[in-house]
């Protein structure tokens, strides 16, 4: 009964994580190719992370995975640090919004000062630590896809264990969407991701968006790779 109302783990850090084998174990994306790759998903109780440069599809799979999440009845949390959501396009994904928590940062305008990013990242990873000990979500993601490398760096490795820690044992899965690989648990799945666009239309008054090629690396807790390839169509423009 625990189970079926997932309450079988709530405030139980110091069970055992569940068996890889439990399909419960795992967050399925709803993308029949990518969670044959990913054996089912990716895994809860664990730090995954999405990676690539701007165009590679990172912003899209995000959304969809937020929309299989509310599809089917759990609740998700996106902490967006430079308030960048495109709502429309979270829409049109069917990304159900009464079923997501949505933590708006602040914006902040490129410039040579490293100041009001880093002001921003500390914002939102103090918002990611306050959802994740509110426990409840079956996934919580962090947006760090736009911000510079630099400030990146000097986020403490430290930060990312006690992430690892708070949802450790729990049914939720925890996300980092970054520009490159940063940080994952040792259970948790890297999935790097390069895309091109494809583009419809004759003139250029008629070009638009007509998909997203995008080939994704999965690395996995045993250092193992797997690539796959697929198409990825995009149903409005979408950042990232």
């Not at 239309?201 to 697929?230: C, F, H, I």
Request: contains cysteine; glycine residues 10%.
């Amino acid at each position: 009964m625990l189970r079926d109302h997932k309450l079988d783990r709530t405030l139980t850090s110091t069970l055992p994580p569940l068996d890889r084998t439990d399909p419960a174990a795992r967050l399925p994306t709803d993308i029949a190719a990518l969670d044959a790759c990913l054996n089912g998903g990716l895994p809860r109780g664990h730090l995954s992370e999405i990676a690539g440069p701007r165009s590679s599809g990172r912003t899209t799979l995000l959304l969809q995975l937020i929309a299989a999440v509310t599809r089917r009845g759990e609740i998700a949390a996106f902490v967006d640090t430079f308030d960048q959501l495109d709502v429309a396009a979270a829409l049109a994904m069917d990304v159900d919004v009464s079923r997501l928590l949505w933590v708006r940062g602040q914006a902040v305008t490129d410039g040579p000062l490293m100041g009001p990013f880093e002001r921003a990242v500390d914002r939102a990873l103090k918002a990611l630590n306050l959802v994740l000990q509110a426990g409840g979500f079956g996934l919580v993601a962090l947006d760090l896809a736009d911000v510079p490398p630099a400030a990146l760096r000097r986020i403490p490795y430290s930060t990312w264990l006690r992430v690892q820690r708070a949802i450790e044992g729990s049914d939720t899965a925890c996300v980092l969407v970054t520009p490159d690989p940063l940080a994952r648990s040792a259970g948790g799945l890297t999935l790097t991701l390069g895309g091109r666009m494809q583009w419809a239309g004759d003139s250029s008054r008629s070009r638009r968006v007509a998909g997203l090629d995008v080939s994704v690396r999965v690395a996995s807790p045993r250092r193992r790779e797997r690539q796959m390839e697929g198409e990825t169509h995009v149903r409005c423009g979408v950042r990232g």
